[in-house]
């Protein structure tokens, strides 16, 4: 059993005729999977030897995350709706009435002038952010813009950016029923790419979203801030298409070694032709000679499948 190149928390078994056999680390917690059901219990056995485990059977409740297993429909649901109702009581919000979306685009957050280090202590506005961001890595692809826009400001925020990270809880009350659910499907991993242009009002830098579906189901998503100052919206389209690349580069690197087979190139889709035309055409004139070097790394991830 050797650790992954692309992931080292995860050991792989060799496969032989199409036997799977995984071993996933995550800090003191330790999952098997495989569709061999005689190595589970052996390596149980195994592990038993070395450690002293505590068996939690079938995977049901992991790391704040409830697994629902059905078989004869093949699917797999992760939600976290118990993560969010503690979330919920512990900020007094288990009455709140539920928002619609988890930011609002007429509310404009800047980071305060002066600092008043006594209205901050009046709001847990560290701790509600740091809570969500779980969430957001977790099993809630919908909110790790708003969580990633709220982190810049935990240094120095007031009851304005505090009333808006709770809108994101309160957005969390509606939706806390959503899921995660993977099926088998023959459709192959597709990414999509996007980038809000220039949106950050304290620098004026653009953010960047990215995720790719799997198994009917997002499994890897991404937001966060530009490094850079993009001088248009496709500069900044095509900042995030690189980050999208970064990431499907690593998923087939992963995915290949898992399944030998997998050799697939991954389609990243993006909704700005100027961007598209940037990847494809390495031609440099005004507009695009004072990009990064480090940004024309997705046209060679595009020229090489």
Same mark, same amino acid.
């Given at each position: 059993?050797?650790?992954?190149?692309?992931?080292?928390c995860?050991?792989?078994?060799?496969?032989?005729?199409?036997?799977l056999?995984?071993?996933?680390?995550?800090?003191?917690?330790?999952?098997?999977?495989?569709?061999d059901?005689?190595?589970?219990?052996?390596?149980?056995?195994?592990?038993?030897?070395?450690?002293?485990?505590?068996?939690?059977?079938?995977?049901?409740?992991?790391?704040g995350?409830?697994?629902?297993?059905?078989?004869?429909?093949?699917?797999?649901?992760?939600?976290?709706?118990?993560?969010?109702?503690?979330?919920?009581?512990?900020?007094?919000?288990?009455?709140?009435?539920?928002?619609?979306?988890?930011?609002t685009?007429?509310?404009?957050?800047?980071?305060?002038?002066?600092?008043?280090?006594?209205?901050?202590a009046?709001?847990?506005?560290?701790?509600?952010?740091?809570?969500?961001?779980?969430?957001?890595?977790?099993?809630?692809?919908?909110?790790?813009?708003?969580?990633?826009?709220?982190?810049?400001?935990?240094?120095?925020?007031?009851?304005?950016?505090?009333?808006? %990270?709770?809108?994101?809880?309160?957005?969390?009350?509606?939706?806390?029923?959503?899921?995660?659910?993977?099926?088998?499907?023959?459709?192959?991993?597709?990414?999509?790419?996007?980038?809000?242009?220039?949106?950050c009002?304290?620098?004026?830098?653009?953010?960047?979203?990215?995720?790719?579906?799997?198994?009917?189901?997002?499994?890897?998503?991404?937001?966060?801030?530009?490094?850079?100052?993009?001088?248009?919206?496709t500069?900044?389209?095509?900042?995030?298409?690189?980050? %999208?690349?970064?990431?499907?580069?690593?998923?087939?690197?992963?995915l290949?070694?898992?399944?030998?087979?997998f050799?697939s190139?991954?389609?990243v889709?993006?909704?700005n032709?100027?961007?598209?035309?940037?990847?494809?055409?390495?031609?440099?004139?005004?507009?695009?000679?004072?990009?990064?070097?480090?940004?024309?790394f997705?046209?060679?991830?595009?020229?090489?499948?």
């Amino acid at each position: 059993m050797k650790p992954l190149d692309a992931d080292p928390c995860v050991f792989m078994v060799p496969e032989e005729n199409g036997i799977l056999k995984l071993l996933v680390v995550y800090v003191d917690d330790t999952f098997l999977l495989s569709n061999d059901l005689t190595w589970i219990p052996t390596m149980k056995t195994e592990l038993a030897r070395q450690f002293k485990p505590r068996d939690l059977e079938r995977i049901n409740y992991a790391l704040g995350i409830k697994f629902t297993q059905n078989e004869k429909e093949g699917t797999i649901t992760m939600t976290q709706r118990l993560y969010v109702m503690k979330l919920l009581k512990r900020f007094g919000m288990l009455d709140c009435k539920p928002a619609p979306t988890p930011m609002t685009p007429s509310v404009k957050l800047a980071k305060p002038i002066k600092v008043d280090e006594e209205e901050m202590a009046n709001f847990s506005y560290q701790m509600l952010v740091g809570s969500m961001m779980y969430l957001a890595v977790a099993t809630r692809p919908d909110i790790p813009y708003a969580v990633s826009f709220l982190s810049q400001f935990n240094p120095c925020y007031t009851v304005e950016h505090w009333k808006a %990270a709770k809108r994101v809880l309160r957005y969390l009350k509606g939706t806390m029923d959503l899921a995660l659910l993977l099926h088998r499907t023959g459709e192959p991993i597709l990414g999509y790419a996007d980038a809000d242009w220039g949106v950050c009002v304290v620098d004026r830098k653009s953010y960047t979203g990215f995720v790719f579906k799997f198994g009917g189901a997002a499994i890897s998503w991404e937001a966060k801030k530009q490094r850079t100052v993009a001088l248009s919206s496709t500069e900044a389209e095509y900042m995030g298409l690189t980050e %999208a690349a970064k990431e499907a580069i690593h998923l087939r690197h992963f995915l290949k070694e898992i399944d030998g087979s997998f050799t697939s190139a991954i389609d990243v889709y993006n909704d700005n032709v100027g961007a598209q035309q940037l990847v494809k055409n390495p031609v440099l004139h005004a507009r695009t000679k004072h990009i990064d070097i480090r940004h024309h790394f997705v046209r060679e991830a595009c020229t090489n499948g």
